[in-house]
């Protein structure tokens, strides 16, 4: 989810007696994107990045803050599997 902080014009403006041929102002603010992940019982991880969300800073958040919650359970599931086969 992104969100945008800073302000926009939503209607245009000209100068009085001038024709307006543009109808909104140029967006000059930051984008802040947030990106989280989920289990039925609570929030796992949950980061606030400035600007847009790249695939480096997805793998970071991957890597440093999701895949030390997520490494035990598949690995569990993964020898009960082999033991019950």
Not at 7 to 16: I, K, M
Not at 37 to 46: G, P
Request: proline content about 2%; glycine content about 12%.
């Amino acid at each position: 989810m992104v969100t945008r902080v800073g302000l926009t014009r939503e209607v245009g403006r000209s100068y009085g007696g001038q024709r307006l041929y543009d109808t909104g102002g140029i967006y000059r603010g930051k984008n802040v994107t947030s990106v989280g992940a989920i289990s039925l019982n609570k929030v796992l991880a949950f980061e606030m990045i400035d600007g847009s969300m790249t695939g480096e800073k997805f793998k970071k958040f991957l890597s440093q803050k999701l895949s030390p919650l997520l490494w035990l359970v598949p690995c569990l599931l993964w020898i009960i599997y082999r033991l019950t086969k």
